[in-house]
């Protein structure tokens, strides 16, 4: 029960397991954003734009049962703004990335090769037994 409780406690301290919880953390306050973004702001937009449609209400009722094809269609619809909304916040992240990895590295001049070091030195040498 002990190495049980011990290889327990090895596996949980791993980085690869804390680095997958603090995403999920992450993951989950990112999700709240996005969906205040297309809630909040583009859902919003795109009703005045459409005039203020909502699917939701729509429903086909078949005896006692009510089938909630307008949820459904505004669940697909949800689901594209928070695709789309995704999409443009990591492209935005990606283009940042490409710009910080773009910028010019000051370049080192390159060494110079043994056999030329050395012809520059003898060059030098025989400089000096000429004067």
């Known amino acids: ?7 327990f406690k090895e596996f949980i301290s791993k980085g690869d397991v804390m680095s997958m919880a603090i995403g999920i953390i992450i993951g989950s306050a990112f999700t709240a954003i996005v969906t205040s973004l297309v ?13 203020g449609i909502d699917f939701s209400g729509i429903a086909i009722t078949l005896g006692d049962a009510s089938i909630g094809i307008g949820s459904f269609i505004q669940a697909i619809i949800n689901f594209l703004l928070t695709a789309l909304a995704l999409f443009a916040i990591m492209k935005a992240i990606n283009s940042l990335h490409r710009k910080k990895e773009e910028e010019p590295k000051p370049e080192e001049p390159a060494p110079v090769p043994a056999d030329v070091q050395l012809l520059t030195e003898i060059r030098d040498l025989l400089k000096e037994e000429k004067k």
């Open 39 to 51: 809630n909040d702001i583009i859902t919003p937009i795109i009703g005045i734009i459409i005039g």
């Open 1 to 7: 029960m002990k190495a049980l409780i011990k290889e």
